[in-house]
């Protein structure tokens, strides 16, 4: 299983921002799968923002970023996408996607991890 996170950037406040995650060796629509998007700002430990079932499409977002972001799916393209709308300063970061076969996981259980995107909002 490999994920790899692009679509950082520079953008100001109330920017949008759309990041992807490009996933190989499984397939959407097989098994259990989910994909998240995880967040770390600086000198900040990194948390789920947002996580989607793959198999039927059902997303979650924490309170963050609920009415800003929108996570999707892309199956033919074997891509989560990230919408990032009224970006905020904090909103700064490194930006990771993970996946687990299991779409019950907590973030804290994601087992498979692509490498960063940074986002950097500015005033």
Request: with cysteine; hydrophobic share 35%; aromatic share 12%.
């Amino acid at each position: 299983v490999q994920l790899q996170a692009s679509g950082g950037g520079l953008v100001q406040v109330g920017d949008s921002l759309r990041l992807s995650c490009k996933a190989s060796g499984f397939a959407f629509r097989e098994d259990d799968w989910a994909i998240g998007w995880f967040h770390q700002a600086p000198g900040k430990a990194r948390e789920g923002i947002s996580s989607i079932q793959l198999l039927f499409g059902n997303a979650r977002y924490e309170d963050s970023v609920k009415g800003r972001f929108t996570i999707s799916q892309d199956d033919a393209e074997n891509t989560v996408y990230l919408q990032m709308s009224d970006l905020k300063i904090e909103d700064t970061g490194v930006y990771y996607c993970a996946a687990t076969e299991d779409s019950d996981s907590r973030f804290e259980e994601y087992n498979h991890w692509g490498r960063g995107t940074q986002v950097t909002v500015s005033s």
